[in-house]
């Protein structure tokens, strides 16, 4: 059998060297959840927007709209997709902001993604029909497919990191958190763990400890994968409280 690492634990609210291991402290940290219904709103007509703008800009540039003829078709063009990468950016601002405010469970990795993610599937949608109508258009001279594709591109770029949630919060550690949960987390790890002895902690020599709200203030809002499994067998009572809050996300 391997040895068991030895770890040098850190406490992320004092920054002092940890020399007995962290015990639960039950109520510690409780965290409410609330009700981002209202915030989703608002970013998904924002999002209509954005795809209004989109659709305004490809009849700019195939001349369908007769409007400031005196402004060539490629910056008016121009013009609308601006507005189209500031709609997209807010409205995936407030949906991240819905997210965190009552977060989905991380028990289906890819819908976890997805939800915490729609603004990227939106920035894209919001962008790349424009590339594609523009590169087939026949009509089209070069300098206004270059232009246009890049532009468009940048923008496309742009929007998609700015509504990617580089930090999602999961229903799971909102759990953790109400349960007063000590939980650990690596210097670069984007998640937390429940037990020191996690496999994935084993290339690690100094781990941060607190409980979970404080992992989640520290942008770690997702459990590990192999401690979310080794809770279920050992603690499934924690898990049934995040479904049960994942499922009122949801009602």
């Known amino acids: 059998m391997a040895e068991k690492k030895e770890h040098k634990i850190v406490s992320a609210s004092t920054g002092e060297t940890v020399t007995n291991k962290p015990r639960p402290t039950p109520g510690a940290a409780a965290t409410k959840t609330g009700n981002g219904t209202g915030l989703r709103i608002g970013a998904v007509i924002l999002w209509i927007l954005a795809l209004a703008c989109e659709a305004l800009a490809i009849a700019f540039i195939f001349e369908k709209i007769a409007i400031l003829p005196k402004i060539q078709p490629l910056y008016k063009a121009i013009g609308a997709l601006v507005l189209d990468m500031i709609l997209v950016i807010i409205g995936s601002q407030l949906w991240k902001k819905a997210n965190h405010i009552d977060p989905a469970s991380q028990k289906n990795a890819v819908k976890f993604w997805l939800w915490n ?10 962008f790349i029909p424009f590339i594609i109508l523009l590169l087939t ?3 089209a001279d070069k300098k206004t497919k270059v232009v246009g594709t890049v532009v468009a591109a940048i923008f496309l770029a742009i929007s998609g990191l700015a509504s990617y949630d580089w930090n999602p919060i999961s229903a799971e550690a ?11 987390w690596t210097e670069h790890g984007k998640k937390f763990h ?8 084993d290339r690690s020599d100094t781990l941060y400890t607190g409980n979970a709200q404080e992992a989640m203030d520290n942008g770690r809002g997702t459990i590990c994968k192999f401690c979310e499994k080794r809770l279920a067998a050992e603690e499934p009572a924690l898990l049934e409280a995040a479904e049960e809050a994942a499922a009122a996300v949801n009602e």
């Open 137 to 139: 258009n026949k009509n």
């Open 117 to 126: 993610n729609m603004g990227v599937l939106v920035a894209a949608v919001a």
């Open 194 to 201: 429940i037990y020191e002895d996690c496999q994935a902690l």
């Open 174 to 184: 909102v759990a953790a958190a109400n349960a007063g949960q000590t939980v650990y």
